[in-house]
């Protein structure tokens, strides 16, 4: 009996010394590990980073649109209110909003039907590289 109670004492001194130096040997992550959670990290940052510069992009675009529908709405409100009967043509005009310089481009065009012109108001940005909006509105003779 004392010798199986000998072997029973070694194999849990045996067992206890196992755990002892799996712990000691794993203390903490491996460099790999670390460079791999790096780079995760660092592809999540950078798709949050582009995700944010494509929102404030689209958001400075669709305020320079709303401007520039303004623009235009004011243009063709000026001509209803007025009842002015606008000569057959082209002209350019500018109409900034805001901070926004803009540059309005009105064109009156003659309808099958005498009594009526329709006038089509192209906003462009300042440098005139892109049209913004452009609005039509078919007006009556004052007569």
């Given at each position: ?48 980073l ?19 529908t ?11 209110i ?11 005009f ?50």
């Amino acid at each position: 009996m004392w010798v199986m109670h000998m072997s029973r004492s070694a194999r849990m001194v045996s067992v206890t010394s196992k755990l002892n130096n799996a712990m000691t040997n794993n203390r903490g992550f491996t460099l790999l590990e670390v460079l791999v959670a790096l780079v995760i990290v660092g592809t999540a940052l950078g798709a949050s980073l582009r995700a944010i510069g494509s929102l404030t992009q689209n958001s400075g675009d669709l305020r320079a649109s709303m401007m520039a529908t303004w623009s235009a709405e004011n243009r063709l409100t000026q001509i209803r209110i007025a009842q002015e009967w606008p000569a057959i043509g082209n002209r350019q005009f500018p109409c900034p909003q805001a901070e926004l310089a803009l540059l309005c481009e009105e064109q009156v065009v003659a309808t099958p039907n005498p009594f009526f012109r329709r006038v089509e108001i192209a906003v462009f940005d300042q440098e005139h590289e892109r049209r913004i909006v452009k609005l039509t509105q078919v007006v009556p003779s004052a007569q």
